[in-house]
């Protein structure tokens, strides 16, 4: 543990203006909001504020596929209607609207996320902060819930040029689907997303039974919720499952997602935490001592994810923040409490102890599959015990698959597993 | 007698298997040895209209048998439907397949003799149909394809000790099951159903559910369309790119002219409990002090005021505005409601020639927002709300939280 961690935080003031369009949940003018909060509190004195630079297209395609990549550059509100196809293709319109300076938009905020990383490879700070970032649904080829380039992705490729594994955390109140999609065949990343799962809520996926394939089995972790989990049950099965990832999959850098949907109160998500409990896994995560990379993400009440983000921040900076907000150009958001935390609400939380430890007992099981990584890098397979690859639907489904031939790892004696381990 | 005329009867008018064909009642039994077919069939429960219950006791065709009179359209729909009666057929047989009344199969080079008419037969043609499908789907250049087909799932392997039917081949059974659940249960589970209430085996089954609906509908597909590409690791070979790390912007650069502060206040000072204006917590009081930390603010940051855009929020936006402007933006979107099928920006765009949308924008959430959510603090704290653009349209926020755009996706 460092005695005191170099923060580096990005933030655009081009941002402010963006507008997905009338009614619609997303307003990036939030980021304003939570940037001028945290100045009132004058945590920009304690670390180093950068604007990034804006994603170029070819960057943005080491992910992205080319032609999605370029629709969203050359796309505006005025010529839409004339590619009809594209914009199914893509996915665009209705929950993605097409908005103006909207390809401008994506590339500061996945600008943010991909400096982020490269100053953390660079061991220039040891935490990097993009609250514009975390948009975890975009996927290789289109657009989904609200977003549109999936800066994460982008952001864990940079760290992979520098670390053989990353963790990816996310605690917003949907399933991170686009990071799990694009890692879910490798090993290299492990994603841990707790999230509200059931009643066809938006993604649909996230079950936890949802753990990776082939190369990349059991490195997919889903903790999937339901309605009005509070802050102890839910920090208390975060630190659990978290503390033995880590000990487990010993990444070299974590990324954390910290959408504010799963705040109470939040106008698309159904949790009930509070800010100190959301940022209670914030301070857990930073507690672990890896390098770290935090985004924001989802959050709809707008007042509300200024106030968490700038508690969280205060948190990465070691700060506690007093309850009365300072006066600001935004002080008549916050009013009429002008209070940093916010009330819980009165709702029933349907996640019952037995339930929370059945999932957790699953995820704990799935976790001791994975070989520990002392001295053996995760990726090294010696030729003499290579098992070649298999398409498990060539075979008679009928046939029961014995582990052996699932796993490619070698396995320690104390850690054969007799019999199918598939749960 | 009289018993077996009337059931021939019945399923002459039964179209089961080839339309050209009747089901030879006969043939039937005798396919299946059923001694005694009193014990097989039970009239009391042929109706018009309802359930025909020949084999309801081993169900077999009984269901398929449906379509009596009124019916009949229905049976041509519910043909479809047959394998699920066929596949409680194979349950029965997997029970007990000793059982004398079930009978037994003929040799297997006399299969190809028989029709579909036979409960067995079909039971064959299935699985083989099956087998085939597996095959069939393993196209590697279909790139949909291969992430639509049937693929087994680890779950499947399970000890289903929970379930009745031990000898069934696993698919049959988790097809089955798919089937039954989606058929049976309405997709909208409300939230109590999965109350903390009910009993773990309910909990289970909810998951089993979910896993149907998210495992036919949300497989993660894979494919060079889906991943991103993940090289090996090999040790830190490639430079991560040190040009571009961000346009360092405080704190200030050494040579830049900063105004030095007289107070030094501690970091994270929150709002001082009472100031020395007259009417504190007034329109005045909070406007003075706003006003006094943005002078002090730009001071303070120099270059980085202008950079984070901060001269273009705030209050103060209204001072580039003249009231008649303000007037006209105020109207402009209380005339165009949502309900109204119009969009406001779109008249805002076009009547505001000469300002940017950007700056309609900054005025809209710094100043047209802001005065309407100070109005709501002081008219009514307890309802306050600036996430929807019009103050008509709450319901969305208070009825269902989780309504909205994105639950118009259909799965």
């Not at chain 1, 914009?87 to 929950?95: C, I, Q, R, S, T």
């Not at chain 1, 106030?307 to 700060?319: F, K």
């Not at chain 1, 019952?352 to 995820?363: A, N």
């Not at chain 2, 329109?283 to 001071?299: D, G, I, S």
Request: with cysteine; glycine share 6%; net charge negative.
């Amino acid at each position: 543990m460092r005695s005191k961690d170099r923060i580096s935080y990005f933030y655009d003031g081009d941002v402010g203006n963006v507008y997905f369009g009338p009614n619609h949940p997303m307003k990036p003018h939030r980021l304003c909001m939570t940037h001028h909060l945290v100045l009132s509190y004058d945590l920009h004195k304690k670390m180093e504020i950068y604007r990034p630079h804006k994603a170029y297209p070819v960057e943005l395609a080491q992910f992205h596929s080319a032609d999605y990549v370029e629709f969203l550059q050359r796309i505006n509100p005025d010529t839409q209607h004339l590619f009809p196809e594209e914009m199914a293709k893509f996915k665009l319109g209705e929950d993605c609207p097409v908005f103006d300076d909207m390809f401008e938009f994506c590339q500061i905020y996945a600008g943010g996320t991909i400096d982020a990383a490269r100053r953390l490879n660079n061991q220039l700070c040891d935490i990097a902060i993009n609250w514009a970032g975390g948009l975890h649904h975009a996927k290789k080829c289109e657009a989904s819930g609200f977003c549109y380039i999936n800066d994460l992705v982008l952001g864990i490729l940079e760290l992979l040029k520098y670390h053989a594994r990353v963790l990816y955390i996310d605690i917003d109140v949907h399933h991170g689907d686009g990071v799990e999609e694009a890692f879910y065949f490798t090993d290299r990343v492990m994603t841990v997303s707790f999230h509200k799962y059931g009643n066809l809520f938006f993604p649909g996926s996230g079950d936890v039974k949802e753990i990776g394939e082939q190369e990349g089995k059991f490195y997919a972790i889903n903790i999937p919720l339901k309605d009005g989990i509070d802050d102890t049950s839910f920090t208390r099965l975060f630190k659990t499952i978290i503390s033995k990832v880590v000990e487990t999959y010993q990444p070299g850098v974590i990324v954390l997602q910290c959408g504010a949907d799963s705040l109470a109160g939040d106008r698309l998500g159904c949790f009930n935490l509070s800010i100190d409990g959301h940022a209670e896994c914030v301070r857990f995560v930073k507690k672990i001592g890896l390098p770290l990379l935090v985004t924001g993400g989802g959050g709809y009440t707008k007042e509300n994810v200024a106030r968490c983000w700038t508690v969280e921040t205060g948190v990465l900076l070691d700060t506690e923040l007093p309850n009365e907000i300072p006066d600001n150009e935004y002080i008549k958001y916050f009013a009429p409490e002008c209070s940093l935390r916010i009330p819980t609400a009165h709702i029933e939380n349907f996640n019952s102890k037995s339930y929370l430890g059945t999932i957790k007992m699953q995820v704990l099981e799935n976790l001791r599959c994975i070989q520990h990584a002392p001295s053996v890098q995760m990726q090294e397979v010696p030729p003499d015990y290579y098992i070649p690859d298999f398409d498990e639907d060539e075979k008679n489904p009928d046939e029961r698959i014995d582990q052996h031939t699932q796993d490619k790892h070698i396995q320690r004696d104390d850690e054969y597993y007799e019999g199918d381990n598939d749960k | 007698m009289d018993m077996k005329l009337d059931l021939e009867k019945f399923f002459k008018n039964v179209d089961i298997g080839d339309e050209s064909e009747s089901v030879d009642l006969q043939k039937f039994f005798k396919d299946v040895d059923i001694v005694d077919e009193s014990e097989f069939v039970d009239f009391k429960n042929v109706r018009a209209g309802n359930r025909c219950c020949v084999g309801e006791k081993h169900v077999g065709i009984s269901e398929s048998c449906v379509g009596i009179e009124e019916e009949k359209k229905v049976i041509k729909k519910r043909k479809k439907e047959s394998c699920l009666p066929l596949l409680d057929w194979v349950k029965s047989v997997a029970k007990d397949p000793c059982d004398p009344v079930i009978g037994s199969l003929p040799e297997s080079y006399k299969w190809k003799a028989y029709g579909s008419e036979h409960v067995w037969k079909q039971v064959l043609m299935a699985k083989e149909a099956m087998s085939l499908k597996v095959n069939v789907d393993v196209d590697p250049n279909a790139k949909r394809s291969i992430w639509q087909k049937q693929k087994m799932h680890p779950d499947m392997y399970d000890d289903q000790s929970k379930k009745s039917y031990t000898r069934c081949s696993q698919r049959l059974i988790a097809i089955e099951e798919n089937r039954s659940i989606l058929l049976s249960r309405k997709p909208q589970v409300v939230d109590h159903a999965e109350s903390s209430s009910s009993p773990v085996s309910d909990e289970e089954e909810d998951e089993d559910y979910l896993w149907c609906i998210n495992y036919r509908k949300k497989r993660i597909p894979l494919g060079r369309f889906f991943q991103a590409e993940v090289p090996q690791w090999a040790g830190k070979t490639e430079e991560s790119e040190s040009k571009w790390l961000g346009t360092p912007v405080w704190p200030l650069k050494e040579t830049e002219n900063r105004t030095s502060l007289i107070e030094r206040e501690p970091i994270g000072k929150g709002r001082q409990g009472s100031c020395g204006c007259q009417h504190i917590s007034s329109l005045e009081c909070v406007r003075f002090h706003v006003a006094e930390k943005r002078t002090r603010l730009k001071r303070e940051l120099g270059s980085a005021f202008a950079k984070w855009k901060f001269d273009m929020m705030g209050e103060e936006v209204s001072l580039r505005w003249t009231k008649n402007e303000e007037k006209k933006f105020a109207s402009i979107i209380k005339s165009n409601p949502e309900s109204s099928g119009r969009c406001f920006w779109d008249v805002l765009v076009a009547y505001f020639k000469n300002k940017t949308r950007a700056v309609l924008v900054s005025y809209y959430f710094s100043v047209y927002l802001f005065r309407r959510r100070a109005h709501q603090n002081r008219a009514d704290p307890s309802n306050v709300n600036s996430d929807d653009d019009e103050l008509e349209s709450t319901e969305s926020i208070l009825c269902s939280p989780n309504v909205h755009l994105k639950f118009t996706k259909s799965f």
